[in-house]
Structure formats: C-alpha cells, structure tokens
C-alpha cells in the first residue's frame, strides 16, 4: 500500500487511510488478486488526492465508488488474463488475523470456496454482487459506480445472487469439525497414509489446483473422493521431499500452508457441507503465494 507517512497532516490523506483496509478489501473481493488490489488502491489514492473535498457528501461513499470503478477495469483486463490461464485459476491466498475469522459475515465473503465461485461471474456482476451482498451498499449508489441504472443494477444483483446462492457452501461449519477436516488433510499429506482423509471427504468431493503452469497442477478439477486422493498425496510422493503442512488462517478460514523439504509449496484450502469436505482449493503457484507469510487486514467496515 502507499506510503502516506509524509501527509499525516494532511485531512484527505487522514480520511483515506482510515478508510484503506476496507477499499483494499473492496477491490480485492471484486479481483481475488492481491497485486491487482495493491494496484487499484494506488491508483483509488491518486483520484482522491486530486478531489475538491468540498464537493463531497460522504467520503467513505465517494472513496468505495472510485474503488469500484477501478477495480472494474482492472476485472476486465484480468479477465482476458484468465483467459489464457494455464489451469484453474484460483484466488491469490491471504494470511489473516483472528478477527477475520471471528467475523462470520467476513470470514464467509473472502472464504477460498465462496471467491471460487464470484470468478463464474461476469465482472458487472460480481462488481454489484459484491458491493451489494458483501458490503450493503445501496442499488443507487452501486448504479453510479458501475454506470447502470437502478433499476439495472436491480436486476444484475438479482440474477448474480441466485448465481452464487445455487453454488456457495450453504451453513455454518462448527469450528470443530473443520479442525477435524483439516487434520485428516494434514496427517494424510505428511504421512501418505489416505484413510483419514477418506473418511471426511465428500463421495463428490471437487479438487481445484492452481499451478499457474509454473507447478504441477491438475488442468481441471478432479472430483471424486478416490482420484483426489490419488491425485493429491500420490502427487506430493512423486514430486519428492519431505511434506510438512501447517494449519493456518488464510482467507478467514482453516487452511494448510504445505510444505516440501522446508519450502513453501502452496495452500490448501477447504469447504466443508453436512460434516464433510466437498472442496479442496490448492494454490501452488509461486506468484500468488506472496501474501502467507504476514497478515493482511480485512474489513467490511
């Protein structure tokens, strides 16, 4: 994020950096790229630093719309990225503090499983999505940030919504049972040894890896409990080295930070429905692994 330390004086800067952990978040919801986020919240500073104060009612609203609007170009350009993706494309992990977690609202909206699903969304539609679902911002006040109409963004937020509610996770995990999970994924990584791991996997049970064509990855996902097994700890086997995985919060939620011979090898990342796994999100490519190592603070306040 930018340097402000030089303008603590100054009443804009002020306004824009008690604002700055939710207009990050803002934009990395509608991106799922830290380094798109970083990007777009330059870029949002810039516009504010040039704005006449005076003119503006309300500076939280004012901020999230110039936000919005350069993470909608940003999510346009991003899209023709992914389109030339090599695999999956999965979101970019976030290490987050506890208070992530504690927020349930929070937790679920950056959770790996529920950022899967907003990228089948055409970037209008998560854009209004977000802002609505997420971060309860006002259909007039989404219409002016995307340049639609009211009644439009009424619309979109409709159909986006019956979108993501027919794919996302749909209760609560008990924060037991998800420790359960991902310690049978992590004895089943560092030992080999798959029975475990079966035992709380899903008979459909989706994995999506994401190697950026940088790491071995399945091209596709894989779905079925015995494939994933083959494909997951018969695939760390034959790479080689020692694994170690890590329970951590990333994104909010459980997850594993894997590692071979000592070295960062990815993030495992789980969801969880009617007490088993129906989802394994593993983010191996390097690119996307720069944000496990400190805490990145998330709000949607």
């Not at 529920?114 to 209008?124: G, K, R, S, W």
């Amino acid at each position: 994020m930018p340097d402000m330390s030089d303008h603590a004086t100054d009443p804009a800067t002020e306004v824009f950096v008690a604002h700055r952990n939710l207009l990050f978040t803002v934009a990395y919801e509608m991106l799922g790229s830290a380094a798109d986020a970083e990007d777009v919240f330059q870029e949002t500073w810039l516009r504010w630093a040039g704005v006449d104060r005076e003119q503006v009612r309300d500076e939280r609203a004012y901020l999230v719309r110039i936000t919005t609007r350069q993470a909608l170009n940003r999510l346009r350009t991003l899209k023709r990225r992914k389109e030339s993706y090599v695999g999956s494309w999965l979101p970019e992990p976030l290490l987050t503090a506890p208070d992530v977690a504690a927020d349930a609202e929070l937790a679920e909206s950056v959770s790996m499983a529920l950022m899967y699903v907003l990228e089948t969304l055409a970037p209008t539609e998560r854009a209004v999505f977000v802002l609505r679902e997420v971060f309860d911002v006002g259909y007039d006040e989404i219409a002016e940030a995307v340049g639609k109409s009211p009644a439009a963004v009424r619309q979109i937020a409709h159909r986006a919504r019956r979108h993501v509610d027919a794919r996302r996770p749909r209760q609560t995990v008990p924060a037991g049972e998800a420790r359960h999970a991902l310690e049978a994924c992590r004895r089943a990584l560092e030992t080999g040894d798959p029975q475990g791991l079966l035992d709380v996997l899903a008979p459909d049970v989706v994995f999506v890896g994401d190697g950026g064509g940088v790491k071995r990855a399945a091209l596709r996902p894989v779905v079925g409990a015995e494939k994933i097994l083959r494909f997951l700890v018969g695939g760390l086997g034959r790479i080689g080295g020692a694994v170690t995985a890590e329970a951590s919060l990333v994104n909010g939620n459980p997850a594993l930070v894997v590692r071979l011979d000592g070295e960062l090898d990815g993030v495992l990342a789980l969801r969880i429905e009617g007490g088993r796994v129906t989802g394994l999100y593993y983010v191996r490519n390097p690119e996307k692994l720069t944000r496990v190592g400190t805490e990145t603070p998330l709000t949607l306040r």
